[in-house]
């Protein structure tokens, strides 16, 4: 069995920043690409952010330059530092790792920028 817990939402001002950890646990032998999720009310869950084992990244175009990915495969965890956020930018963040070829999911923490 393998968990994902994210941790670091919370309530921040337009222009301020927030970090957001995510570990995975439980019996892991290898884990492939890690990424962050976000789904707004209303819409769609979408891709913010990914990153593979070898520190490949990609991002969504709407936060490109704002927002970091970045992992320790040591601690089986990725990170995702966001700056300048924007009202745009609340969601519930989710996080995504690929586990032993398996896809599995954190259960999401509420990420709320108010103006």
């Not at 700056?83 to 519930?92: F, M, Q």
């Amino acid at each position: 069995q393998v968990q994902l817990v994210e941790s670091g939402g919370g309530l921040v001002q337009a222009g301020g920043s927030l970090t957001l950890s995510c570990t995975a646990s439980g019996s892991i032998f290898a884990i492939g690409a890690m990424g962050w999720y976000r789904e707004a009310p209303g819409k769609q869950r979408e891709l913010v952010a990914l990153i593979t084992r070898r520190g490949i990244t990609n991002y969504a175009v709407s936060v490109k330059g704002r927002f970091t990915i970045s992992r320790d495969n040591a601690k089986n965890t990725v990170y995702l530092q966001m700056n300048s956020l924007k009202p745009e930018d609340t969601a519930v963040y989710y996080c995504d790792a690929n586990v032993d070829l398996h896809d599995y999911w954190g259960r999401g923490t509420q990420v709320t920028v108010s103006s």
